[in-house]
T-cell receptor
Framework: DAKTTQPTSMDCAEGRAANLPCNHS???????VYWYRQIHSQGPQYIIH???NNETNEMASLIITEDRKSSTLILPHATLRDTAVYYC????????????FGQGTTLQVKP | DGGITQSPKYLFRKEGQNVTLSCEQN?????MYWYRQDPGQGLRLIYY???????QKGDIAEGYSVSREKKESFPLTVTSAQKNPTAFYLC???????????FGEGSWLTVV
């Protein structure tokens, strides 16, 4: 699976949109972009995933560039409960379940 | 509510003792997984199971054992052969291997 690069940390004001970037320049054509988040001492929470089209669900939007080398997770109205470590990973859906979590981005939502 | 339940949340054991971590899911998922996460580290796959009565080793299976006698349950035993068992253990499931993976809340194991 391809490697991803994310900023170490970001701040966001409560109520504003949080835009979390991810670089995956070596992504292959059959690899999906997945986003999870993890609050300390809890299991990772699935947020969203996509292949090449932009995706939206009740939690977030995922914008993938046309060349698929980068993506942005958007939390439209960040709340204090969105403070967490956000992980961007790429994976082939046929694989065994091995998920390569990098260091992620620590998002701090401030009042 | 549907989900993945891990128990106990916190567990302390003496060195040399085996310990079993419970994982139950009511999502009707075929595939289940066990991961280990150390502080500041990513996830490492211990074992996974695609269907009942079948399981495969992951990257760090040594010192661990699993069983999959029921679709809903995938317990993990940390044996005394595991050199550094103190860690955060995560159980997960997916509709099948290759689908989106969903995680339980995790279990903290401390061996003293």
């Amino acid at each position: 699976d391809a490697k991803t690069t994310q900023p170490t940390s970001m701040d966001c004001a409560e109520g504003r949109a949080a835009n979390l970037p991810c670089n995956h320049s070596t992504i292959s054509g059959n690899e999906y972009v997945y986003w999870y988040r993890q609050i300390h001492s809890q299991g990772p929470q699935y947020i969203i995933h996509g292949l090449k089209n932009n995706e939206t669900n009740e939690m977030a939007s995922l914008i993938i560039t046309e060349d698929r080398k980068s993506s942005t997770l958007i939390l439209p109205h960040a709340t204090l409960r969105d403070t967490a470590v956000y992980y961007c990973i790429v994976r082939v859906l046929r694989n065994t379940g091995k998920l390569i979590f990098g260091q992620g981005t620590t998002l701090q939502v401030k009042p | 509510d549907g989900g993945i339940t891990q128990s106990p949340k916190y567990l302390f054991r003496k060195e040399g003792q085996n310990v079993t971590l419970s994982c139950e899911q009511n999502l009707n998922h075929d595939a289940m997984y066990w991961y280990r996460q150390d502080p500041g580290q990513g996830l490492r796959l211990i074992y996974y199971s695609q269907i009942v009565n079948d399981f495969q080793k992951g990257d760090i299976a040594e010192g661990y054992s699993v069983s999959r006698e029921k679709k809903e349950s995938f317990p993990l035993t940390v044996t005394s052969a595991q050199k550094n068992p103190t860690a955060f253990y995560l159980c997960a499931s997916s509709p099948s291997v290759g689908n989106t993976i969903y995680f339980g809340e995790g279990s903290w194991l401390t061996v003293v």
